[in-house]
């Protein structure tokens, strides 16, 4: 496995929520992300009002700072902004006020819903936050519990411009066989755009990007496998336009997704002006009311 992956989910700044305890524990996941050959980590605490009362500022302060202390450990990780955003109402509104952070300031932004209960007119807000000019990446749909009742909502989203994110472990087995199940499911079918570890320490949720990877390149092959932990990753950071990469591949056939279920409708810059014919179709794909249509 080579070095220089991306990993754009972790839980690494100190202190901040219920990952990294302190600064050693956040030396100590640095030291491991390196071990696995990630050369870059996306720092996303949780922003869950009532809960984790983190902002956009205070996240870019604690990375900054973070970042300050990787050099001068001689620790050789480089760290982006990020968060992962909870669902609430308001929450294009908290993009452009720069409360809730995208990835690497980028267009593409991790969104999570809650886990045990799925919550009404999800797809509204996915399409909200699309109608806004920004990719929303779907955190670890394998791992909800309401999946089962709701997989055709997932596929419908990730058919309609929406990434999906797996968390490295669930393919790993780290979370038992349902995750499982369903990584390998949705990776199989072609929805998956990324891999990202979710690490919260170096006990039971540690950085394990690789075997993540290793995972993948038994179900879709190594090319597609490296296009999940480095070229789209990379390109996320990099604010490269989605229409640019290649869509996922799944096993059955090689077909990639788009031409499986529909070419995403949403290719836009941040607070860009969605403009009238975009708008348009997107109410086609999604509805009078702005929630997916239903087959």
């Given amino acids: 496995m080579q070095a220089n992956l991306f990993d754009l989910h972790s839980h690494i700044l100190p202190g901040v929520d219920d990952g990294a305890s302190d600064g050693a524990a956040s030396l100590a996941m640095a030291r491991a992300f390196v071990a696995q050959g990630v050369s870059t980590v996306a720092c996303t605490p949780h922003i869950l009002p009532g809960v984790y009362h983190n902002t956009g500022p205070e996240i870019r302060q604690a990375v ?56 009404t007119r999800l797809d509204e807000l996915f399409f909200a936050i699309l109608l806004a000019g920004y990719v929303p990446i779907l955190t670890h749909p394998e791992r909800l519990g309401w999946i089962e009742g709701k997989y055709e909502l997932i596929e419908q989203l990730a058919s309609r411009g929406v990434w999906i994110q797996l968390t490295s472990g669930s393919l790993a087995g780290r979370f038992g066989r349902r995750p499982r199940y369903w990584a390998e499911r949705m990776l199989s079918e072609g929805l998956v755009h990324i891999l990202a570890s979710d690490a919260h320490n170096v006990g039971p949720r540690p950085p394990d990007l690789a075997d993540g990877f290793a995972a993948a390149e038994k179900l879709v092959g190594s090319q597609e496998a490296l296009r999940l932990v480095v070229t789209r990753p990379q390109a996320i950071v990099a604010n490269e336009a989605p229409r640019n990469l290649e869509a996922p591949r799944g096993r059955k056939l090689g077909l990639d997704a788009h031409e499986t279920r529909g070419r995403s409708e949403i290719d836009r810059t941040p607070h860009a002006d969605a403009g009238g014919g975009l708008a348009r179709r997107l109410q086609r794909l999604f509805g009078p009311r702005g929630g997916l249509q239903r087959q």
């Fill in 64 to 119: 900054a700072a973070l970042q300050a202390a990787l050099e001068e450990a001689g620790i050789p990780l480089r760290l982006v902004t990020g968060a992962d955003n909870h669902t609430v109402p308001d929450f294009v509104a908290g993009l452009r006020s720069g409360r809730l952070l995208t990835i690497a300031e980028s267009r593409y932004v991790l969104v999570e819903p809650p886990h045990q209960l799925a919550p």
